[in-house]
Each structure stands twice: as structure tokens, then as C-alpha cells.
């Protein structure tokens, strides 16, 4: 896991080479003003989703993981608990669905979420199981972009 200031994504790719295309679309858009659908930026390797919502309840979200991309989550505006945990410690819910490259793992006590509001990204990795979406105090509007990495060389 990775977090950081969306303003300074370009900060973080030498720590996480993979960040460059996310750095060079957002420094090309204006996060603020895109339209909610998806965009392609190289083809199925890197590509972003642009959501807006309410926040959930805990209870409502499911634990997700990925084997074939990297998430990047990143809250344009409101604000986001994202749970995160160990996916090897947990027990799968629901069995991993190739074409959606997802898979669900059943609830996991003791875990303190990430907080993410303006402006802030939050970098998850396949070998973490993750729950976003919750709102960490009253469910409110979240305006997101999750881009997608493909982890595959």
C-alpha cells in the first residue's frame, strides 16, 4: 500500500514505477471536471474509472481482491474508509472471477481503515484484500477515480 497526495502522484513513481501513466493522465486532465465513465490509457494494461457515489455502511461492502491489476483509488472529492488486509489470512467468500478479475473474501475483525478525503490516492496491491467504499462517519458523496494496473509483465 501506497498513500499519498493526488496533487503529487508524479512524487511517487520512482517508488512504484507503474504510477507514470496515472502521473501523466491526471497531469493532461483536470480530475475535478471528468466525466464518470471509463477511459483507456493503454489499452486494458492501464485504465481508470471515473464514479461518483454515496458512501456505504461497513456491513453493505464486501472484502475484494485482484491477481491481474493494481488499484489505484483515488478520492477527488468527499471522503473514504478503505479497509485493507491481508488477503492469504482470510477466507474467500465468493471464488475469483477471471473476466472481472475479482475475487471475495468473507468479513475480518481488528482492521483499522485507511481515511482518504480530497484530493489523497490510496495504491493496492493484489496480494491486499480490500473493502472500499465506507464512509467513515455519515454516508456522504464521494467522487472517485480508480485506475487500473495491470500487474503482468
Avoid: W
Avoid at 481488528?110 to 495504491?123: H, K, R, T, W, Y
Avoid at 493484489?126 to 485506475?147: C, D, L, R, T
Amino acid at each position: 500500500m501506497i498513500k499519498g497526495d493526488l496533487r503529487k502522484i508524479g512524487d511517487y513513481v520512482a517508488k512504484e514505477p507503474r504510477l507514470a501513466m496515472v502521473a501523466d493522465f491526471l497531469g493532461e486532465k483536470d480530475a475535478e471536471s471528468l466525466e464518470i465513465g471509463k477511459y483507456m490509457i493503454d489499452g486494458d494494461r492501464v485504465f481508470a474509472s471515473v464514479q461518483q457515489y454515496v458512501s456505504h455502511q461497513p456491513e453493505e461492502v464486501r472484502y475484494e481482491a485482484h491477481d491481474k491489476y493494481i488499484d489505484v483509488q483515488c478520492i477527488v472529492s468527499g471522503k473514504e474508509a478503505i479497509y485493507l488486509a491481508d488477503r492469504k489470512n482470510m477466507t474467500v467468500s465468493e471464488p475469483y472471477d477471471s473476466k472481472n478479475d475479482v475475487v471475495f473474501f468473507s468479513d475480518v475483525d481488528g482492521v483499522e481503515p485507511q481515511i482518504l478525503s480530497d484530493m489523497e490516492f490510496l495504491v493496492i496491491y493484489p496480494e491486499e484484500a480490500h473493502k472500499p467504499g465506507v464512509a467513515p462517519e455519515e454516508p456522504a458523496e464521494v467522487h472517485k477515480i480508480v485506475f487500473k494496473i495491470c500487474g503482468e509483465s
